[in-house]
């Protein structure tokens, strides 16, 4: 059973930077498509980038031109690059993979002003 365990969460001041990764146990990673998700206080979940297995990525507009998503499949892990924070990025990230819908657990960022 395929399992995902995000990490990279933490504290930051606004204008700074986290790294979040997510990790993916079993095979076949390479054909994932997989994704960003994050669910603010009070807010339902949303969805924040994409990549597919051929590299092609999505990024939501709230995020577009701070946030990078990638991924090496070596390591069965995508990446989100999160520059130039701001207080209301603070959410619960989570990872997903498709096929499947597998979620991971999810890793807190939280962001002050």
């Known amino acids: 059973q395929v399992q995902l365990v995000e990490s990279g969460g933490g504290l930051v001041q606004a204008g700074g930077s986290l790294r979040l990764s997510c990790a993916a146990s079993g095979s076949m990673f390479e054909f994932n498509v997989m994704g960003w998700y994050r669910q603010r206080p009070g807010k339902q979940r949303e969805l924040v980038a994409t990549?597919?297995?051929?590299?092609?990525?999505y990024i939501a507009d709230s995020v577009k031109g701070r946030f990078t998503i990638s991924r090496d499949n070596a390591k069965n892990t995508v990446y989100l690059q999160m520059n130039s924070l701001k207080p209301e990025d603070t959410a619960v990230y989570y990872c997903?993979?498709?096929?499947?819908?597998?979620w991971g657990q999810g890793t807190q960022v939280t962001v002050s002003s």
């Open positions: 990549i597919t297995s051929s590299g092609s990525t």
């Open positions: 997903l993979k498709n096929p499947g819908s597998v």
